[in-house]
């Protein structure tokens, strides 16, 4: 049962933002790489719900008081500030954020590279994001799952660049909800050890898991590794691709130049020819 107080006290504050860089309009994405969700289905939406576990509610938590003001204050700083190479460490940063805070993550819109399945951009927001949609009830059942959603604006953006590197381009910070109090410690799901331990490489993790999640932590883990490898493939050819341009332009650069120097001394070997004539 959840607490009466949530129906009666939710606290409701404006939304903050905090941006990184300012967010791309469509004609920028169109014409820096940006698959949109109008061009066909280069722009995913899924209502997945992260790894932060649900919490009771409670009173909403202050980030600047009590004992977990300073770490609160620290994963923030390490969520905008942190560089990551991989989709899931970027979920995790926000997801150890989200679990500080209280509240749940849901997994938001992607955008793609153009033309290429590599994601260009993730976002993840509360889980308590959007509302509910309104659909007349033909089932005839009497009960109705409580309403979760209070539209609540607080996500965040990573934005990843050429080189595999992921930073936060775009930052909501404030809920229109009530927190989970820092007291009540949620209990760790599978998945969110295994990623953890995937992540971040916690052996202590790895050790409490049992043999059928430890094999899909190696898996995760392997996922993972094979996914910076292709970063690391197409930058390896990237950067190759500019050196035979660079060498390339150099030897045409060389070879004008030797046209001209050849064609000026054609021209005062001529020079010198009809002055002895003269003379």
Aim: glycine share 8%; charged share 25%; proline share 3%.
């Amino acid at each position: 049962m959840r607490p009466n107080s949530l129906s009666n006290s939710a606290a409701t504050t404006s939304a903050v933002a905090v941006v990184i860089q300012p967010p791309p309009s469509i004609e920028e994405m169109e014409n820096s790489g940006f698959d949109l969700e109008i061009h066909g289905s280069a722009c995913g939406d899924s209502d997945e719900e992260g790894v932060a576990p649900p919490r009771s509610v409670g009173e909403v938590v202050d980030g600047n008081e009590g004992q977990d003001g300073g770490h609160i204050l620290e994963l923030e700083k390490k969520l905008l500030e942190q560089v990551v190479y991989s989709e899931e460490e970027a979920y995790m940063l926000y997801c150890d954020y989200a679990t500080a805070m209280g509240f749940n993550v849901r997994r938001g819109k992607q955008y793609y590279f153009m033309g290429t399945k590599r994601v260009r951009s993730k976002t993840y927001c509360c889980s308590k994001e959007g509302v509910k949609d309104d659909k007349a009830d033909t089932s005839g059942v009497c009960y109705k799952k409580p309403e979760t959603r209070t539209g609540c604006r607080a996500m965040v953006s990573f934005v990843c660049d050429d080189s595999g590197q992921w930073k936060v381009s775009r930052f909501l910070k404030e809920h229109n909800h009530e927190m989970a109090p820092a007291y009540a410690k949620p209990s760790v799901k599978s998945g969110q050890a295994i990623l953890a331990a995937n992540v971040y490489g916690s052996g202590g993790a790895l050790e409490s898991l049992s043999e059928h999640d430890r094999i899909r932590e190696l898996s995760l883990q392997l996922a993972i590794a094979r996914n910076r490898a292709e970063t690391s493939e197409k930058l390896a050819a990237t950067y190759k691709r500019q050196l035979h341009m660079i060498v390339g332009h150099i030897e045409d650069h060389n070879q004008s130049l030797s046209k001209k120097i050849q064609k000026a001394l054609n021209n005062v070997e001529q020079v010198e020819s009809e002055n002895r004539k003269k003379l």
